[in-house]
Nanobody, 122 residues
Framework: QFVESGGGAVQPGGSLRLSCVAS????????IGWFRQAPGKEREAVGC????????YLLDSVKGRFAISRDNAKNTVYLQMNSLKPEDTAVYYC?????????????????WGQGIQVTVSS
């Protein structure tokens, strides 16, 4: 299981860091994905990072603003979000798959966080 934290409401231009702590398994051999789903829209991949952190992917609209990282010693993954925009408002999910590479497809992931709300509004 994953337990997410760090969401909330922030003004445009602000920052948030989402965290996902894994329990019941160790993250060392898992690739990580972050997804989001806005009301009335399909779930989309924000980005992913491979198990070795050497490979990764970020949605074009968040490049330069978001970053994915992991701390295997803490069994935790992070999504740092800077320069937030109203269009970033969504429920954010972390996910893990036992693979070297991440994937932009939700169906490729085995473990999911509960989802956490991020609201960007003035």
């Amino acid at each position: 299981q994953f337990v997410e934290s760090g969401g909330g409401a922030v003004q445009p231009g602000g920052s948030l860091r989402l965290s996902c702590v894994a329990s019941g398994f160790t993250l060392d051999e898992f690739a990580i994905g972050w997804f989001r789903q806005a009301p009335g829209k399909e779930r989309e991949a924000v980005g992913c990072i491979g198990s070795s952190t050497a490979s990764g992917y970020l949605l074009d609209s968040v490049k330069g603003r978001f970053a994915i990282s992991r701390d295997n010693a803490k069994n935790t993954v992070y999504l740092q979000m800077n320069s937030l925009k109203p269009e970033d408002t969504a429920v954010y999910y972390c996910a893990a798959r036992e693979a070297y590479y991440g994937s932009p497809f939700p169906e490729d992931y085995d473990y999911w966080g509960q989802g956490i709300q991020v609201t960007v509004s003035s």
